[in-house]
Nanobody, 122 residues
Framework: VQLQASGGGLVQAGGSLRLSCAAS????????VGWFRQAAGKEREFVGS?????????DYADSVKGRFTISRDNVKNTVDLQMNSLKPEDTAIYYC???????????????WGKGTLVTVSS
């Protein structure tokens, strides 16, 4: 599956941005899909993920819980990341990712999309 992230940009602290991950080749519903981010000089870190079971499950890093929301559009074959109450420390390149099992760590990811830069000014 090929992934493409979009929607990054420059926003002031306290503002919002919505990122979108579009897929081609396979339906995203068959994967656990998530977002990672990498700030300058830091390791890539987990942001959140979404997957379907009996219900739709989501998982978030503590640093974004309550501010970020992941959602899936099965018709468009996209997974979005709504980011609210953004902080300067959220500044990073955001990557869309997919895997067949839990993707809380970068090594567990099977597919990566190209990143999109999010810059939050203070």
């Amino acid at each position: 599956v090929q992934l493409q992230a979009s929607g990054g940009g420059l926003v002031q602290a306290g503002g919002s941005l919505r990122l979108s991950c579009a897929a081609s080749g396979r339906t995203l519903r068959t994967y656990i899909v998530g977002w990672f981010r990498q700030a300058a000089g830091k390791e890539r870190e987990f942001v959140g993920s979404i997957w379907d079971g009996r219900i739709t499950y989501t998982d978030y890093a503590d640093s974004v819980k309550g501010r970020f929301t992941i959602s899936r559009d099965n018709v468009k074959n996209t997974v979005d990341l709504q980011m609210n109450s953004l902080k300067p420390e959220d500044t990073a390149i955001y990557y869309c990712a997919a895997g067949q099992s839990t993707i809380r760590t970068a090594v567990s990811v099977d597919y990566w999309g190209k990143g999109t830069l999010v810059t939050v000014s203070s």
